[in-house]
């Protein structure tokens, strides 16, 4: 994680200020899983080239954190839509969006600047605003779904 203070004001290591140049995705394998939800594919991976109309994932070599407008202690931790199912859906944190039950390395790297979430999947890209972190809830407004989706914290 990069860390930079202007002026030294700020020493919240998770409020970044500089902007961090992104690089081309270097993925190993495809994850066929990647987008269950049949989303619309932005971008692709490096390894899924079928498709020379579209370009491949700039992607950040770490997660990026800045502006913060949300409280991130509140934010971080495991995650799950269904407290009730035997896994959870993501667990977010400094370093990295990791998608639970993924096949193969779910740890994804992601933008979070003031509240907005940018997450680099292997073979799309997905945008949401975090809209709420009280009461061991996460509010995220997805930016292909109409309504935002509540998250609570798991506890299994």
């Not at 370009?55 to 269904?82: C, H, S, V, Y």
Request: hydrophobic letters at 30%; a negative charge; charged letters at 30%.
């Amino acid at each position: 994680m990069s860390i930079s203070c202007k002026n030294e004001k700020k020493k919240d290591t998770l409020n970044l200020e500089t902007e961090t140049e992104l690089k081309t995705d270097s993925v190993e394998a495809y994850n066929e899983l990647a987008n269950t939800e049949n989303k619309k594919t932005l971008t692709i991976s490096e390894y899924n080239t079928d498709n020379s109309e579209i370009e491949n994932i700039e992607r950040p070599e770490k997660t990026i954190i800045r502006n913060l407008a949300i409280d991130t202690t509140k934010a971080f931790g495991i995650w799950t839509q269904d407290p009730n199912r035997p896994h959870a859906d993501f667990w977010l944190t400094e370093k990295s969006f990791y998608v639970v039950d993924y096949d193969g390395d779910g740890a994804m790297p992601y933008i979070l600047d003031k509240n907005e979430i940018t997450i680099f999947y292997n073979d799309f890209v997905q945008k949401g605003i975090i809209t709420s972190t009280e009461n061991d809830t996460l509010k995220i407004k997805w930016s292909d779904i109409e309504k935002a989706t509540e998250y609570v914290k798991f506890e299994n």
